[in-house]
């Protein structure tokens, strides 16, 4: 699991020997056998094989050795549950391996470097989106919190309906069974006001992104209601889940919600970046957009995930550019690599830059499949 003490202790490791780092997506929506992220994760190793080669011959072999073991643990099975992304750090020379599961996807790419590389793990610490899960009935209320993939429960309310009340909400029959009705719903409301009091509270202290609602959908209705509006305004979905429900049913409607939040909020992005061309506040396109991260002038860096094209890196100055092979800033000789737009989202992590990996959304493909808002 990813956390920042995580994230802090790998950034501290110092060997003898170079790190392979490597980033695998595991997405089980995008690569639903495992034939396909191995094709991809041969191709890392080739990478990682020739980026190895300009660390001479003893680096070499533990690259080499760092790759062996990184194909050895993927083909021997994980459970893919909650797991969409890896991440290795290894160093056989040292005897150095770690492995990272995340639970949202990561960019395939493999750096060998003296020091672990752990800018894209920063990146999703930034990036990912809390949510609260907060389950009702009338005597009932639960609140789950979903963070990196991991679903906790963390506070339960239970306001007993008097005897002789129904639960389930049906009116109860006679002049009597009105009253008792009646008393029934009002203490009802009373519970409703009390879970929505601890909600606050738990929520205030911890705050999330989104809260997502289940019960029936007639309390729903009346918690919602009840709800401080700094947390009814963060309400993203309502599901007829039951306050009995299991871990594993609650976890998966909160990824459902996640997967539609996230497409939500990658549209919006995109919605933006459109708005911003036009308005001279952002630039869409390869060489438009290299050239503005060149410049020190992202925002946000906005990629179409799987976009890979091939481009050059000025070794002196470098400078990012769609066509080589001289260097239009310092003339230099550049190199040619085969994805730019990792470069691209290196240089934009190095410079504090947000980036945003952007999934099936057919308007930034239109834009040229990658862009960015500008800070200046
Ligand atoms: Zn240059």
Redesign the pocket.
Known sequence: MISEDRIRALAGHRGSCVVTSCYLDVDGRRHPRHADYETQLDHLVRQGRDKAAGFGLEAARSVTGDLDRIVTWVRSGFDRSGVRGLAFFACSADGFFEVVESPLPVRNGVVVNHTPHVRPLESILQAYERFAVVLVDRQRARLFRFELGELTEHTEVFDAVPRGGDQSGHPAQGSRGAAVQHHSDEVAHRHLKHAAEVTFGELRDHPVDHVILGGPHEVVVEFEGLLHPWIRERVADRLAISTTAGPDEVRQAALCVEAAVTRRVEATLVERLRDAVGAGGGVAGLEPTLAALVERRVDLLLVSDGYEPEGWR?P??R?LGPLGRR?P??A?S?DLVDDVVEEAVEEALANKCRVQMVRENADLDVLGRIGALLRF
């Open positions: 000025c002196s100055c400078y260097c800033v310092c230099n550049m």
